[in-house]
């Protein structure tokens, strides 16, 4: 899984590269009909060493992107499905945003301005879940709910390998939450959050 698949963000990007080329959403998921048929998509070939632990090689096929060749012909916005992946949160909100390279794309913004709220506009949406950590796997599961109908929200350590900058931003998102009327309970040892937070109960030693 990767932020793309795992926030619905993938579903309008295939139905807008099929629609632009006038073939099957399928065939831009690389674990469906348009993966790399050497690697079934992984982008990577795993080889058994026996006596030692395995090893994970580039596919020479595909190399690494995944996808068959057939498949990354078809463009959109003059992008192919792999370049896509590779761009990171920001770049994929100015990207499906619109302007002049005709690929706005309502709803795939509407998902990535989330994750951009949430501070994660530096990683890639097509990178494995595997590869976040903790604290950003808590604020991509934080974005896909600030979607739906939700009273409270309960956050552990949500600002670890977070930049002050970044912490800033999901302070100001955390207001926004509580002004809609939400509960927010963050359990954290930052201090800039604690001096943020309404009410403050201190456990422990």
């Not at 989330?114 to 990683?123: Q, S």
């Not at 040892?189 to 403050?200: E, G, L, N, P």
Request: include cysteine; glycine fraction near 12%.
């Amino acid at each position: 899984s990767n932020p793309a698949t795992y926030t619905g963000l993938l579903d309008p990007i295939r139905k807008a590269f099929a629609k632009a080329n006038g073939v099957k959403p399928g065939l831009f998921s690389a674990n469906s009909e348009g993966a790399c048929p050497n690697c079934n998509g992984a982008g990577v070939v795993y080889s058994d060493l026996a006596m030692m632990a395995g090893v994970a090689a580039p596919c020479e096929v595909c190399d690494g992107k995944r996808f068959m060749a057939e498949v990354l012909e078809y463009k959109f916005g003059g992008k192919d499905i792999d370049e896509v992946l590779t761009m990171s949160v920001a770049q994929a909100e100015e990207f499906f945003g619109g302007g002049a390279n005709g690929s706005s794309l309502p709803a795939a913004h509407k998902i990535l301005r989330r994750l951009a709220d949430v501070g994660l506009g530096y990683i890639k949406i097509g990178q494995p879940l595997t590869t976040l950590s903790g604290g950003e796997r808590q604020r991509l599961k934080l974005a896909t709910h600030m979607g739906e109908k939700g009273d409270v929200y309960i956050l552990d350590e949500p600002t670890s390998g977070l930049h002050l900058a970044d912490v800033e931003n999901l302070l100001g998102l955390l207001d926004r939450l509580v002004d809609s009327g939400k509960s927010v309970v963050v359990i954290e040892h930052h201090q800039a959050v604690m001096a943020h937070a309404d009410w403050i109960i201190d456990l422990g030693p």
